[in-house]
């Protein structure tokens, strides 16, 4: 059992991770080894304390180059369940089960809506993980909604399972398969009454399909672990970023606003000294 497991690589999760490492805490860090798609496509970084009017690119190369003089890994596995219970956790990465005592959610926000219909049908055709679901889809025709490139080595896995794949990328797609079909078009709402149906498009168009794959960057924490508390869409967190779950904590954008670099490093910080406070009790 670790003593905590890290949910996210952007600057909260980094600064997370540091602060463990030098308190010599047994943890897993799961994330992308790119860091963050948010960092990267900053233009222009002008308000973080001593690096100013650096560009996204060179922070990112900093934040890259600090992790590895760290000694820090990322392990690249995308989270898609976490579970509460008898006070410890137990997360769900690519279809393997993590244990650990603590939790630090630093997960972002999920900048798109979700479609009408997703929360309902959620496990009864909607699956936000290809490789712990997709094997349920073999040999049938599927939905995949994905906002970022990182996650088309999963289409391509769907491919591979279902009959026929109705892609529906947010970005120019890399995805070359016969039973592929890529559209602009965009998914608005998921059909079904005890499982999925159809999806309708942005064009009114319905189309039949028997479950749908949402390939994002972030999960609503409501849906990444049931009962945590949230308002307005962001986890509520005391001053030690401490959720309402014994051992879970939260830093970054997920605990709302203001989106910004600095603001995710320090509560960063705070979090992994509550994880710290938390284990010596």
């Known amino acids: ?19 463990l490492k030098t308190y010599r805490k047994d943890f897993i860090w799961f994330g992308s080894k ?10 222009k970084i002008a308000n973080y304390p001593g690096l100013p009017e650096m560009s996204g690119t060179k922070f990112l190369e900093r934040l890259q180059a600090h992790m590895e003089n760290a000694g820090l890994e990322i392990t ?3 989270v898609t369940n976490v579970v509460y219970s008898g006070g410890r956790f137990m997360v769900l990465a690519d279809n393997e089960f993590y244990e650990a005592k603590t939790v630090i959610l630093a997960i972002g926000v999920v900048a798109a809506k979700l479609m009408e219909g997703e929360e309902r049908l959620l496990g009864k055709g909607v699956s936000y993980c290809a490789t712990c679901d997709g094997m349920l889809y073999a040999g049938k025709r599927i939905a995949v909604v994905c906002n970022a490139p990182k996650f088309e080595h999963e ?11 109705l892609y529906y990328p947010t970005f120019e797609s890399r995805v070359e398969r016969e039973n592929v079909t890529i559209s602009r078009d965009v998914p608005t709402k998921i059909q079904g009454e005890k499982r999925v149906t159809s999806v309708t498009l942005q064009s009114k168009t ?3 399909v028997d479950g749908v794959f949402c390939l994002r960057n972030a999960i609503v924490p409501t849906k990444l672990i049931p009962g945590i508390r949230v308002e307005d869409a962001h986890v509520v967190v005391d001053r030690q970023m401490a959720t309402n779950l ?6 970054g954008d997920c605990t709302g606003r203001p989106y910004q670099f600095a603001k995710a490093v320090g ?13 010596a009790t």
């Open 246 to 251: 014994p051992g879970c904590f939260a830093a």
């Open 267 to 279: 509560e960063g910080n705070v979090a992994a000294h509550g994880v710290i406070s938390f284990l």
């Open 34 to 43: 790119d860091l963050s798609d948010k960092v990267m496509k900053a233009e």
């Open 155 to 165: 289409v391509e896995y769907l491919a591979d399972l279902a009959s026929e794949v």
């Open 206 to 208: 319905t189309v039949p």
């Open 1 to 19: 059992m670790y003593d905590c497991i890290i949910i996210g690589s952007g600057p909260g999760g980094l600064s997370a991770a540091l602060n």
């Open 76 to 78: 690249e596995k995308t």
